[in-house]
């Protein structure tokens, strides 16, 4: 997922002080401290199988570089990063430990360049993926539960959970999806670029870093997904209420 090429602390020193602003909101706010861990679970999950999907299809095209370092795993404690997670937490995107991958070793009955795009498109794919299954099982839920179950604060918690995991993995998805370095996007589009443009991509990757980290910092990041994250999730919910004809 994110995988920085160049000096890390300032961007951990940014991280730190966004994280620190953050957490100083949910201090004097306790109802969205509630909210923090209500989303716990769900950036365990996205993170996980995001990771997982990367290091699986590599190991599906030939490169098992990513189960010999143990990261063919569900084990959430193999694919943390701490700041990553604490980012996501926080402000909604982050990332998790970057799996290492090999392209050479990938089957030589595609381009290392196509091998690496579907590396890449399989994290945010299986995001959108569990999105979809947990949004099924809120529905699932919604339809038959009764209504004792559903006015609960069991019942309202249990919703409250799968929401906030609907909610991260498409947020973690898409905003894998933007196309610049370091994220999953900036791979997906490199076969679908002619030569110059790929070379040009590459010869000016450090400039791509740092407009990320500008768009990121600002929030702009955020208002250009946003749209995209809205239609997502209102695509995502009509499949749930379509097939519980809700």
Do not use: C
């Amino acid at each position: 997922m994110f995988n920085f090429s160049f000096d890390k602390r300032m961007i951990y020193v940014i991280i730190v002080i966004l994280v620190l602003f953050a957490f100083a909101q949910y201090a004097s706010n306790p109802g969205e401290l509630i909210g923090l861990l209500i989303s716990a679970p769900g950036v365990l999950i996205a993170i996980t199988f995001h990771e997982f999907a990367h290091g699986w299809a590599a190991y599906k095209l030939g490169d098992n570089t990513a189960k010999m370092e143990g990261r063919l795993s569900l084990n959430p404690l193999d694919h943390l990063d701490p700041i990553g997670t604490l980012m996501l937490l926080v402000a909604g995107f982050g990332w998790g430990k970057p799996v290492h991958v090999n392209p050479r070793n990938y089957t030589r009955k595609m381009s290392m360049e196509k091998g690496e795009a579907i590396v890449s498109v399989a994290g945010p794919a299986m995001n959108l993926i569990l999105a979809i299954v947990f949004t099924i099982i809120y529905y699932a839920i919604y339809k038959f539960a009764n209504v004792s179950f559903l006015d609960s604060t069991a019942g309202g918690i249990i919703l409250s959970l799968i929401s906030s995991t609907v909610a991260i993995n498409i947020g973690l998805g898409i905003f894998n999806l933007i196309p610049l370095p370091p994220l999953d996007g900036s791979k997906i589009i490199m076969p679908l670029l002619p030569y110059n443009a790929k070379e040009w991509f590459r010869n000016n990757e450090q400039i791509f870093y740092i407009i990320f980290v500008v768009i990121w910092i600002t929030g702009i990041a955020g208002t250009i997904i946003s749209p995209v994250i809205n239609a997502v999730s209102i695509g995502i919910m009509n499949i749930g209420r379509m097939i519980f004809r809700i």
